[in-house]
């Protein structure tokens, strides 16, 4: 638990840190980019449009003029796009500190990826599955510890993989005749926690002491997020709930992305937590160590998620449990 106060003034100097945050160009990461850009962080701005990308660093710069800012384009529904992201990166870079999983949509009408993915898996999962994976290396090479975050949601209990084996990796889909956008993101969610649970007891069981993962939700936050599935479904009535739900309920952006920010930079945090607000329902509110679900910490479940994903994605991570001698 934290003592309930941390805010972005407790961001620890960040100076010669490198930190990628997807989906940095609105919303919680155009947030948290700020608030690491702010305590000297060089941070990477991975977003699918390069223009919006390059709109989000002239609005990071206006109150951070020495910000140090790479934009660079990320479609985390696109494996190739994913894969030349990554091969770009680390032809510039040695080192990555932190590498912010943040990007995602919620609640749209059924659609697929470039990859043939149903969408909100595919991008808030998938995505960020093989994103991680091409970027191992170099957050193993990083002299010091380095962090994986990943952005979850409250919603994650909503969600469940009821059908899930070993041999059907095409589970993780939902078909599209039986789509529920709620349950298709609460899925989504629920898998961003089995990957970042997982991944760290990997990295563990290889011995990868100074690589971290965990997990962290923003709880209501006013964001473009909540937008996107009334807009694209066409649909006014609950497009004029979201915006009043937004204003009575939701706390701001700049608020939203402390639990990411605190899971990114804090002292003390361990890999495998779970960092959410304490406030109200754990809706809003400085960031707190949290509870997931039973399912989020279901040690199976994760296996079988994780080989799904490397057979969907093509995408293996090298860690190795080590041995020790009799």
């Keep these: 638990m934290t003592d309930g106060t941390w805010t972005a003034d407790d961001v620890p100097n960040l100076d010669g840190r490198t930190v990628v945050v997807t989906g940095a160009n609105s919303g919680l990461g155009l947030a948290g980019a700020r608030v690491l850009a702010r305590h000297g962080a060089a941070v ?7 223009d919006r990308g390059a709109a989000a660093a002239e609005d990071i710069r206006r109150s ?4 140090t800012l790479d934009v660079r384009e990320l479609d985390l529904g696109d494996g190739a796009s994913i894969a030349a992201f990554a091969e770009g990166f680390t032809d510039e870079y040695d080192e990555l500190h932190v590498l912010c999983n943040n990007a995602g949509v919620m609640a749209l009408p059924y659609g697929e990826t470039a990859d043939g993915f149903e969408r909100q898996m595919g991008v808030n999962h998938l995505g ?6 091409h970027l191992l290396d170099v957050l193993c090479a990083t002299p010091g510890e380095s962090r ?3 952005q979850s949601s409250g919603l994650h209990e909503r969600g469940a993989f009821p059908d899930l084996t070993d041999e059907d990796a095409a589970s993780l889909l939902h078909a599209e005749a039986a789509y529920d956008k709620w349950d298709a993101y609460g899925r989504s969610k629920l898998a961003n926690l089995l990957f970042a649970f997982e991944l760290d007891r990997r990295l563990a069981a290889a011995g990868e002491d100074e690589v971290v993962s965990l997990g962290c939700h923003p709880g209501y936050a006013d964001t473009g997020l909540q937008r996107r599935g009334p807009e694209q479904a066409g649909s006014t009535l ?3 709930m979201m915006k009043v739900a937004n204003a009575v309920v939701a706390q701001d952006a700049e608020t939203g992305t402390l639990p990411m920010c605190y899971a990114a930079t804090a002292d003390g945090i361990e890999g495998g937590e779970y960092v959410g607000p304490g406030g109200f329902m754990q809706m809003r509110g400085y960031p707190e160590r949290q509870t997931p ?9 994760a296996r079988r998620v994780w080989t799904a994903s490397e057979e969907l994605t093509g995408v293996s991570f090298d860690l190795r449990p080590t041995t020790t001698a009799d």
Aim: aromatic fraction near 4%.
């Design 44 to 50: 990477v701005l991975a977003c699918r449009s390069v």
């Design 64 to 67: 951070v003029p020495d910000a």
């Design 128 to 133: 960020h599955f093989a994103l991680t994976g």
């Design 148 to 150: 994986v975050v990943t």
């Design 238 to 240: 609950r497009l004029l």
């Design 293 to 301: 679900s039973s399912r989020a910490r279901d040690e199976e479940l």
